[in-house]
């Protein structure tokens, strides 16, 4: 079975710092990675993904994750934040060769982003 | 990129009454939708699977009765939630995959809230 950890509910930085979310997964093959955010009463967007290629995926917004196989981990960075980038952030999994590609998410990991 | 479309985007209803959400996808012809509920500050739980012209997948605890999803067209699901409840009081999200293959995105619609008073 696949799971996805996000380590914190909650996460605040400055604005101009580093964001980092955190993400683990467990998967009994290999994955393919979504990064979604989500703004207030809104779907998700799509931030990046990965899908066995590059282990660093670069995605919308100046966001970029690493897939890291030996940490089963798949966090998510951005050199510096803005107040736009405040929202709720969801890491998903997916199996890879799967016929439906399923998407299980974690738990959310909400960004705050103080002047 | 790809754009979902939900509506309605908001619904108030009594208990009892049945609701349709209608989930389109406006410039792609989706093979596969998916429909989520997300509860106050949780994640996103799939709930059904739906693929054109086939009867949807239904997650574990989904009771398929209650929770009709129909994908008639390339470009349209609708999700009823029969003899609605104030527990089936949340967020609904559908989402729409253009390919077969499993790396192709889903492209997330904006959501519907439905309250049952």
């Known amino acids: 079975a696949q799971s996805v950890t996000q380590l914190g509910s909650h996460v605040s930085v400055s604005e101009g710092a580093l964001v980092l979310l955190r993400c683990n997964y467990s998967s009994s093959v290999p994955p393919y990675l979504f990064w979604y955010v989500q703004y207030p009463n809104q779907g998700l967007q799509l931030l990046l993904k990965y899908t066995s290629a590059a282990t660093l995926v670069k995605g919308i917004n100046g966001f970029e994750a690493e897939f890291k196989k030996s940490e089963t981990s798949f966090h998510l960075t951005k050199p510096s934040a803005h107040m736009s980038d405040a929202a709720e952030y969801f890491c998903a999994v997916s199996p890879s060769g799967g016929s439906q590609g399923n998407l299980i998410f974690g738990k959310g990991t909400k960004l705050s982003v103080k002047p | 990129g790809a754009v979902v479309s939900q509506h309605p985007s908001r619904v108030i209803c009594k208990s009892g009454t049945s609701v349709k959400i209608e989930c389109r996808s406006l410039?792609?012809?989706?093979?596969?939708m998916f429909w989520y509920r997300q509860f106050p500050k949780q994640s996103l739980m799939l709930m059904a699977t739906?693929?054109?012209?086939?009867?949807?997948?239904?997650e574990q605890g989904v009771e398929k009765d209650k929770f009709l999803i129909n994908h008639a067209s390339l470009t349209l699901s609708t999700l009823t939630v029969t003899s609605a409840h104030p527990e089936d009081s949340s967020f609904y999200i559908c989402?729409?995959?253009?390919?077969?293959?499993?790396?192709?995105?889903?492209?997330f619609g904006p959501g519907t809230r439905l309250t049952v008073l």
């Open positions: 410039d792609f012809q989706a093979t596969t």
């Open positions: 739906s693929n054109e012209g086939s009867k949807a997948t239904y």
């Open positions: 989402s729409a995959r253009g390919g077969s293959g499993t790396t192709d995105t889903q492209y």
